[in-house]
């Protein structure tokens, strides 16, 4: 039986135990609905051999090789990931449009006796709704911005204040990117879809009758792009500017940024990439630091140079005020924990745009 979705939150509620993408690796690899586990009735060297033998010799012999396949590969999920589930297990199958793939894996499951249901329209019906989200509704969240410069620990008092009960979003954890030059993170960034749909998620699980604070952003982390609905939600939110003195902010780069640091030629050629924008002599100048290990005073040059003038310069062309300004005075831990109860209270007492 084919399930039909209406809303995003429909797949959140739909009670299945177990939501299971039959399309081939690199389809799931791409996207896929959160949750879902991956048992492929096709891998992908096989889904290029049926289509090449549909397309070039014959849709009857197309369907008989998909067929066989997609028998053996059910056969060895039953006997592998699927062999400790009982008889009340009720599983969720989709594909790529709901169509031959997951039908057809459904009905095997079914004749076993498990309650098994197929998505109507398959993933396609998904992203449209994620569409739909991000790109052409109005996002029901009041959201929050916590703004300031580079080394403001603006992630960090955003977790913090995540395990204080805030609501929060967290866009450069979902993007895999600290969102700067030298953002780059262990494992790259997911695809533009996944990081859709992993936005998704996280404002599905969210309460829209309380604000939601995310971190200050451009359009782009990294290579990936905010959508549509989010960024027009975020020009429009009210700010919170953490401040504070540049000698705690490079300390507290340098302790955030320890991996950078400790992978020397990875700041060689990071450092090496700014030479466009800050010319030779400059560049030389920090390589020269960071070789001597003086990482306290790279940083404060690279937010002196670089960082801050670029925020200034965004910031006028914005027309970008801040509604509630944070002195944070001691980026310690203890300084950072008092600084997200002060914030935490501060939201819990209402912040309006001007």
Known sequence: MAKTFETLQAFCDAGFDTVIDVRAPSEFAEDHIPGAISLPVLSDAERAEVGTIYVQDSPFKARKLGAALVARNAADHICGPLADKDGSWRPLVYCWRGGQRSNSFASILSQIGWRTEVVDGGYRTYRRLVVDLLHKSTLPHALIL???????????????????????????????????????????????????????????????????LLEAESSRIGNLNLPASLWTAMCAAPRIEVQAAPSERASYLVRAYSDVISDRTRMADTLAALTSVQGHERVESWQKMAVSGDHVTLAQSLMQEHYDPRYRRWRARQNVVADVVLTVNDMSEAGLDLAAEQLADRIAAGITAR
Not at 149 to 158: I, P, S, W, Y
Not at 181 to 192: K, T
Not at 200 to 207: E, H, P, V, W
């Open 146 to 212: 916590l703004d300031g410069n580079t080394g403001t620990a603006k992630t960090d008092l955003l977790l913090r204040l995540g395990q204080l009960g805030v609501q929060i979003i967290d866009l450069e954890g979902l993007a895999a990117h600290r969102g700067s030059l030298f953002g780059a993170v262990a494992g790259g960034q997911p695809s533009q879809k996944m990081f859709e749909s992993r936005l998704a998620a996280a404002f599905g699980a969210l309460d829209p009758a309380r604000p939601v």
